[in-house]
């Protein structure tokens, strides 16, 4: 028996040592591509622009089948863009996903495995200047916060989410990623500390109808407020197991709870999280808020896209030439 046992014994580590052999020769041999797109996607800040990227990468390989960075050609990226123009993907989109492999390619150039970026000539859509997301009316939005049932914490939070997002215009990643310690006071403001993208923060004001919504929530809660590291918003309960509620909310989340409001305030067209940060810039700029102070305030790198906001571009009334005189 001690014989079998010992013979059982030297065969399963010989099986040990050949399948960590085996693991290691897959990995010396592995697809220059895909250890070019690994480092390309970790080398991103985001962990949103992380995932985008991923999903656009293994469609574009998908797609042409190239598993070899140096086989791809300006030819394959055309033939790319124009499947995506056929399945009617919208030009924003398209120029998006172009621009990431565009990225991706030079990425490779510069790190010598290519001698010029076969991406750099391709063309990309043409994209609308006005944004076509779907914005709310101001009947719509007030309708939209009286949705909410605030004798219930979920209602309490899913209020607060919705005012911070329809007043402040946040992104939705930046709302999940709120804490409690990004809430603060400054010469007489109410604050939040907002955690945008490249790792960029931007201190914003709470108007004061949002900050009220926002501590009957965190009074609801029962939190110790004083854990500056915990999520500012959190799920009212778990749908697997039981797991801790001390969690920040998913992106999906937060989709959901948009579509869910929409749908009862009887709001029948498309909304979307990103909808409520639309409606909250042309409110603005309808306003006559400055375009450079919306945006700072919205996180925008590019003032090109703050202008997509802007439906008074068209208005003769705000044209420069009524402000000359001579």
Known sequence: MSRLRSRIDRLLQGYIIMRSNSQIIAATHAEPFERLAQSFIENQVSVQTRRVYAQTIRAFVEATGKRDVRAITREDIIAWRRGLETAGQAPATIARKVSTVRSLLEWARQGGLLETNPAALVKTPRVPQESTTNGLEVAEVRQLLRTPDTHSLKGKRDRAILGILLYLGLRREELCKLTLGDLGQERGYRTLLIHGKGGKTRKLPVPVRVMRDIEAYLAATGRDC?????????????????????????????????????????????????????????????????????????????????????????????????????
């Not at 001390?246 to 709001?267: H, N």
């Not at 309808?286 to 703050?306: E, F, I, M, S, Y």
């Open 226 to 326: 004083k854990d500056a590291a915990a999520p500012l918003f959190t799920p009212v309960k778990n749908n697997v197991g039981r797991k801790s509620l001390a969690k920040p909310l998913s992106t999906e989340a937060v989709r959901l709870l948009v579509k869910k409001y929409c749908r009862l305030a009887g709001i029948s067209k498309r909304i979307t999280p990103h909808s409520l940060r639309h409606t909250f810039a042309t409110r603005a700029l309808d306003n006559h808020c400055p375009l450079r102070d919306l945006q700072v305030t919205l996180g925008h790198a590019d003032p090109k896209t703050t202008v997509a906001y802007d439906r008074r571009r068209e208005d003769l009334d705000n044209s420069a030439v009524n402000y000359v005189s001579y």
